[in-house]
């Protein structure tokens, strides 16, 4: 029969081949290896999520800096002015 352990992570027992004993506040309690890799990994992931969030938000930045405003466009076109004469041009709406 295999050794067994209760696993705080998990709620269950596990071989203890597959575990370590670590040391918490409560006291030293037996964990798998699956979980601590698990809980290993998730911080290095909320790393990487968080610097492509960063670098989209700036590519995102800079993309409204050097674009034209399309609110500012819309409000300077009056109807029946040169410039909306010329955007209608330019986008083909040449009446
Ligand atoms: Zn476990």
């Given at each position: 029969m295999r050794e067994t352990a209760y696993c705080y992570h998990c709620g269950r027992h596990h071989p203890i081949a597959e575990m370590r004993r670590v040391r918490l506040k409560s006291g030293v309690r037996w964990r798998c290896l699956r979980s601590i890799e698990a809980t290993r990994a998730a911080p290095a992931q909320r790393e990487?999520?968080?610097q492509r969030m960063t670098a989209l938000n700036r590519a995102l930045a800079d993309e409204r800096r050097n674009?034209?405003?399309?609110?500012c466009l819309r409000e300077t076109a009056v109807p029946g002015t040169a410039l909306e004469a010329r955007l209608a041009g330019e986008l083909g709406l040449r009446r």
């Open positions: 990487a999520f968080g674009a034209p405003q399309p609110g």
